[in-house]
Nanobody
Framework: QVQLVESGGGLVQPGGSLRLSCAAS????????MGWYRQAPGKQRELVAI???????NYVDSVKGRFTISRDNPNNTMSLQMNSLKPEDTAVYYC??????????WGQGTQVTVSS
């Protein structure tokens, strides 16, 4: 089992920045890929960014150049630095961990609201 706890959401004005963090515990050695997903009201959950154990990253086009995902393997944490935030970034953001056996684990989610 893998447990994930997110932190760092909140309310920010357009153009502002937020940093989300995800702390992993449990069977950490099983984790291959970690990522951030988001779900806006009335929409499906979508992938925002992923990072592999080796540090390879991938982003959805809408956040490229604005968001940066990083991973601190020794401390079992992952972060998402979000800059130049837009109202359309408003959503609940979820931390995800996928194991080498393709099991998926999710955090409880953290709300990000971008509004003036």
């Amino acid at each position: 089992q893998v447990q994930l706890v997110e932190s760092g959401g909140g309310l920010v004005q357009p153009g502002g920045s937020l940093r989300l963090s995800c702390a992993a515990s449990g069977s950490i050695f099983r984790i291959n890929v970690m990522g951030w997903y988001r779900q806006a009201p009335g929409k499906q959950r979508e992938l925002v960014a992923i990072i592999t154990n080796g540090g390879t990253t991938n982003y959805v086009d809408s956040v490229k150049g604005r968001f940066t995902i990083s991973r601190d393997n020794p401390n079992n944490t992952m972060s998402l630095q979000m800059n130049s935030l837009k109202p359309e970034d408003t959503a609940v953001y979820y931390c995800n961990a996928k194991t080498y056996s393709s099991l998926n684990y999710w955090g409880q989610g953290t709300q990000v609201t971008v509004s003036s």
